[in-house]
């Protein structure tokens, strides 16, 4: 090989090293000697699993807010957190894209995995739009799903620490309330829209359990994986549903990059229609610790504050 080629490819090569690591900075990785050590993949498992297993349980969390889930590479240093943890929980459903053989290398190790797809009951779960085959991996965004991740986490966490069963219970039966009233504050605040205003547009379709749920018609412009371009085509046509529909705003989402949305806002424009990015929603992660939003809860009650004043 041509030298300077040779050194080229090998300054690419540190590049994407470079990238991949700064791509993937583990949350918190303390591990307690004398507490149930979890690692959780997103963010909202992360929070899940802290408020379930309170005071014994030591929660890392792999992927940071802002982090694209579909996206998530595993280093070196995140299987090894695994491998050391006594429980690992996971959403499945594809949404960890590239990380399904390290959790069927996992399984078998004497840790105890919680995969929330396997306690999910099939009829709840939505199929993608573009392969009835694949199911839709974005159930929080269903609050009475997430009643269910809620307790089948609480069902693993007493499998892996029985003597914590009546502490996990607990703290399941006072979240559930909670969730109850989450979901409440979703409802009211929808009704503040017209069923012609609730129409969610977004950068990829993570939306369709919440259009289900709380009765909006959703459209994203890549499909349930981000792990995909959207083509001239798609934005075209979402472009002219938008015009078509009087759309009065899009939203950007907080996994995913800005510039797909704000070309499709271009693309409306050059049809003489003027659509408002209408701010920003957490879909694949919740928000960072000052941003109002830390939480599962908070995050539900942002994103549907976030729709309804930009649509109403
Ligand atoms: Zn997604």
Excluded at 100 to 122: A, K, R
Excluded at 181 to 199: K, P, S
Excluded at 233 to 247: C, K, P, W
Aim: charge should be negative; glycine fraction near 8%.
């Amino acid at each position: 090989m041509n030298k300077k080629i040779s050194a080229l490819l090998s300054t690419a090569l540190s590049l994407a090293l470079l990238f991949a690591g700064c791509s993937a900075p583990a949350a918190n990785t303390d591990f307690s000697e004398d507490k149930i050590n979890i690692v959780a993949t997103t963010t909202m498992l992360a929070d899940l699993s802290a408020v379930i297993g309170g005071e014994r349980v030591n929660v890392n969390g792999l992927m940071g807010p802002g982090i694209d889930p579909h996206l998530y590479q595993a280093s070196a240093g995140d299987v090894s957190l695994m491998q050391k943890a006594d429980v690992v929980v996971y959403n499945g459903l594809h949404l960890e894209g590239k990380m399904g053989e390290i959790f069927e290398n996992l399984s078998g190790q004497g840790l105890t995995v919680i995969c929330i797809e396997d306690g999910m009951d099939e009829t709840q779960l939505l199929a993608s739009e573009d392969d009835s085959s694949v199911h839709d991996p974005h159930i929080w965004f269903d609050v009475s799903l997430w009643k269910n991740a809620a307790k089948i986490v609480a069902d693993g966490l007493s499998k892996a620490d029985p003597e914590g069963t009546t502490e996990y219970q607990k703290n399941l039966n006072s979240y559930l309330k909670e969730l109850n009233e989450a979901d409440t504050y979703i409802r009211n605040r929808a009704t503040e829209l017209t069923q012609e205003q609730r129409i969610l547009v977004t950068a990829h379709d993570a939306f369709q359990y919440f259009g289900e749920a709380y009765g909006f018609e959703v459209r994203g412009l890549q499909g349930i994986s981000t792990d995909s371009e959207a083509g001239t085509a798609d934005v075209s046509g979402l472009a002219n549903f938008i015009v078509e529909r009087q759309i009065k705003a899009i939203f950007v989402e907080s996994s995913v990059p800005p510039k797909t949305i704000e070309a499709l806002q271009a693309a409306v424009k050059s049809k003489g229609f003027d659509v408002a990015i209408g701010g920003e929603l957490y879909s694949d992660s919740l928000g960072d610790a000052n941003s109002g939003a830390s939480t599962y809860i908070l995050t539900v009650k942002a994103n549907i504050d976030t729709i309804v004043d930009a649509l109403k």
